[in-house]
């Protein structure tokens, strides 16, 4: 969830970004000027059905692209959720196969109409309550086929990339059919909670092989050959050093109550600021969207049961009394706010400790 949450919020924020890309390109570099028709909608989404087939293709088969697409693999669970589990990094990685259609002729407004559609119906694949849909198989990705692209099963890897066509695949050859039930996750599961590992493992993974590759053919390697010649003992090395599994876990589910809590008002949070980013500034929009990132990674910590999430909860407080300071100035008082820094700072340690033994019963 908090990977889907993080996305939403990013989307709102990048969306614009995005557009400016495909308008620049169109009216600097395209072709021709496709003008809207039935055909030419109809040639715009098979287009970018095409591109995607290949960027998400490529996304599985390229070290530097799975980084960034490997988060939406890694749960175990298939349900629409996972449909949400998307990163900025993708969507990046995407707007570069995509920034072929303005150059061809199609207007920043068409694409970005048309990846609104397309963008919504893989939302109706990611389901295990679905079976197969009789003469649609043949036509369209239906949740049996993308059931087995979310396999981890030896004879489903590597199969289905489709997004709405099915045809992309049996053209190309990966197409696999649903004949057992699906086991789903990454072949090699990651045992954590921690939003950044969840983001970030696979690219200290790359930088590892990199580093000890011999020779720039070996390291090149490693950015741009497949995931699965990775050496897979570098994970344990990695976590050894940034998933350190404790042995003595707290057993009380005090914590997690306080993520659940923490999740509810990110989400609300998130609601309303997706509601009224229009209206806010610049600074406000940074500083809430911290806030939510900042929040988002405590859950996952919290989890883990670090002892370091109190420094993240002091960023989130400071990040608030900084909103709260910016638009409301006259109601805070200098020499109040003096004080409450420096005995914040003096019984800094004295605040950590209490915290923790608060949040995870430490003694």
Same mark, same amino acid.
């Given at each position: 969830?908090?990977?889907?949450?993080?996305?939403?919020?990013?989307?709102?924020?990048?969306?614009?970004?995005?557009?400016?890309?495909?308008?620049?390109?169109?009216?600097?570099?395209?072709?021709?000027?496709?003008?809207?028709?039935?055909?030419?909608?109809?040639?715009?989404?098979?287009?970018?059905?095409?591109?995607?087939?290949?960027?998400?293709?490529?996304?599985?088969?390229?070290?530097?692209?799975?980084?960034?697409?490997?988060?939406?693999?890694?749960?175990?669970?298939?349900?629409?959720?996972?449909?949400?589990? %998307?990163?900025?990094?993708?969507?990046?990685?995407?707007?570069?196969?995509?920034?072929?259609?303005?150059?061809?002729?199609?207007?920043?407004?068409?694409?970005?109409? %048309?990846?609104?559609?397309?963008?919504?119906?893989?939302?109706?694949?990611?389901?295990?309550?679905?079976?197969?849909?009789?003469?649609?198989?043949?036509?369209?990705?239906?949740?049996?086929?993308?059931?087995?692209?979310?396999?981890?099963?030896?004879?489903?890897?590597?199969?289905?990339?489709?997004?709405?066509? %099915?045809?992309?695949?049996?053209?190309?050859?990966?197409?696999?059919?649903?004949?057992?039930?699906?086991?789903?996750?990454?072949?090699?599961?990651?045992?954590?909670?921690?939003?950044?590992?969840?983001?970030?493992?696979?690219?200290?993974?790359?930088?590892?092989?990199?580093?000890?590759?011999?020779?720039?053919?070996?390291?090149?390697?490693?950015?741009?050959?497949?995931?699965?010649?990775?050496?897979?003992?570098?994970?344990?090395?990695?976590?050894?050093?940034?998933?350190?599994?404790?042995?003595?876990?707290?057993?009380?589910?005090?914590?997690?109550?306080?993520?659940?809590?923490?999740?509810?008002?990110?989400?609300?949070?998130?609601?309303?600021?997706?509601?009224?980013?229009?209206?806010?500034?610049?600074?406000?929009?940074?500083?809430?969207?911290?806030?939510?990132?900042?929040?988002?990674?405590?859950?996952?910590?919290?989890?883990?049961?670090?002892?370091?999430?109190?420094?993240?909860?002091?960023?989130?407080?400071?990040?608030?009394?900084?909103?709260?300071?910016?638009?409301?100035?006259?109601?805070?008082?200098?020499?109040? %706010?003096?004080?409450?820094?420096?005995?914040?700072?003096?019984?800094?340690?004295?605040?950590?400790?209490?915290?923790?033994?608060?949040?995870?019963?430490?003694?």
């Amino acid at each position: 969830m908090s990977v889907g949450i993080a996305e939403r919020l990013l989307d709102g924020l990048t969306l614009g970004l995005f557009y400016f890309v495909y308008d620049y390109l169109y009216k600097h570099f395209a072709f021709f000027h496709i003008q809207p028709s039935v055909l030419s909608w109809i040639g715009l989404l098979l287009i970018t059905d095409f591109l995607w087939y290949w960027y998400h293709r490529f996304g599985h088969e390229v070290n530097l692209l799975w980084s960034v697409h490997v988060v939406h693999h890694q749960s175990e669970e298939f349900n629409f959720t996972v449909s949400a589990r %998307i990163t900025l990094f993708q969507a990046v990685a995407r707007t570069f196969f995509w920034s072929l259609l303005p150059i061809v002729g199609f207007s920043a407004e068409m694409i970005t109409t %048309i990846l609104l559609i397309h963008g919504l119906y893989p939302f109706f694949t990611h389901t295990r309550t679905v079976g197969k849909l009789g003469f649609l198989e043949y036509i369209f990705v239906t949740p049996s086929h993308h059931r087995v692209h979310h396999a981890s099963n030896e004879q489903y890897l590597d199969k289905n990339y489709s997004d709405v066509f %099915i045809f992309w695949d049996k053209i190309f050859g990966t197409f696999a059919e649903e004949n057992e039930e699906p086991t789903y996750g990454l072949t090699k599961p990651l045992d954590s909670n921690s939003f950044l590992w969840q983001h970030f493992h696979f690219m200290l993974e790359m930088a590892y092989a990199f580093k000890y590759a011999e020779g720039w053919r070996k390291k090149l390697k490693t950015i741009f050959g497949r995931p699965d010649n990775i050496n897979p003992t570098y994970r344990r090395v990695l976590e050894q050093k940034f998933v350190i599994h404790k042995t003595n876990k707290v057993p009380s589910t005090r914590f997690r109550n306080y993520v659940v809590i923490q999740m509810v008002l990110v989400l609300v949070g998130l609601f309303g600021f997706l509601l009224i980013e229009e209206q806010m500034d610049l600074i406000s929009q940074i500083s809430i969207a911290l806030i939510i990132l900042v929040s988002l990674v405590n859950c996952g910590a919290i989890l883990e049961q670090r002892r370091w999430i109190f420094y993240l909860e002091y960023s989130r407080c400071f990040l608030t009394f900084f909103i709260a300071y910016y638009h409301f100035k006259e109601f805070f008082n200098p020499y109040i %706010i003096s004080a409450l820094a420096v005995l914040i700072t003096v019984y800094f340690k004295t605040l950590n400790r209490q915290y923790l033994r608060l949040i995870y019963g430490f003694q």
